[in-house]
């Protein structure tokens, strides 16, 4: 019974590396998320996708990219990392709907030196 | 625009204690309200969710919410907490508004700390 799964749990890089966040969900969820999670800001939506093969931004998605080429996983690209972006990234999912709450994963706590 | 303040970012209180933890949303259509639970380390566990009919609604681990119209409040409230519910607390809400998607406003957060 995993749910959503995110790989890596942590990573540490230096400013200009680039890396992608692995995140799978086995619940046949249509839509799936990027999340960054700051202190004392919440969550901030950085892409979201509602199928697949489709992609959309969020409100913070600059220097970020998404791919989701099988419904079950979605990726998070950093193609140049700043430090700005040492943040904590959760994916999640949900089925189609605004009742429907929305599934975590644990996290990927990414620092960039 | 849509958005969800909580009301203290840190709330203190001893064991067995009973605790409130207030959420206050903006919107000007009708919307779906959730309070999630982070553990530290972990990912966010769905708490409870308000979407329609009765306004107390129960979640796990003893917690529950009111869903308040008029005030357009959505409390969390606990009548006896254990130092195993130490976490932070996320009121979000989603709604008409969403624009194709499940869109979730978060609100900032709680830290609940419970001392011995």
């Known amino acids: 019974n995993a749910g959503v799964t995110q790989t890596p749990k942590f990573r540490v890089l230096k400013t200009g590396q680039s890396m992608t966040l692995l995140c799978a969900q086995d619940m046949n969820h249509e839509y799936m998320y990027w999340y960054r999670q700051d202190p004392g800001m919440g969550l901030r939506l950085i892409h979201y996708s509602v199928g697949e093969g489709t992609t959309a931004k969020g409100e913070v998605p600059d220097g970020y990219n998404v791919s989701r080429l099988k419904k079950q996983n979605f990726l998070l690209g950093l193609e140049s990392a700043a430090p700005s972006q040492t943040s904590v990234y959760f994916c999640?999912?949900?089925?189609?709907?605004?009742?429907?709450?929305?599934?975590f994963g644990d996290g990927t706590r990414l620092s960039i030196l | 625009a849509q958005s969800v303040t909580q009301l203290d970012s840190q709330v203190p209180v001893f064991e067995e204690a009973p605790v409130e933890l207030r959420c206050n949303y903006s919107s000007s259509v009708s919307v779906y309200l959730f309070w999630y639970v982070q553990y530290p380390n972990q990912g966010l566990q769905l708490l409870l969710k308000?979407?329609?009919?009765?306004?107390l609604v129960k979640g796990i681990n003893g917690f529950e919410a009111e869903f308040n119209k008029s005030q357009t409040s959505f409390h969390l409230r606990k009548p006896s907490v254990h130092i195993s519910d130490t976490a932070e607390y996320f009121c979000?809400?989603?709604?008409?508004?969403?624009?194709?998607?499940?869109?979730?406003?978060f609100g900032a957060g709680t830290r609940l700390a419970v001392h011995p």
């Open positions: 979000a809400v989603s709604g008409a508004f969403s624009g194709g998607y499940n869109k979730l406003i």
């Open positions: 999640a999912s949900s089925p189609q709907g605004a009742r429907q709450p929305q599934h």
């Open positions: 308000y979407l329609s009919g009765s306004t």
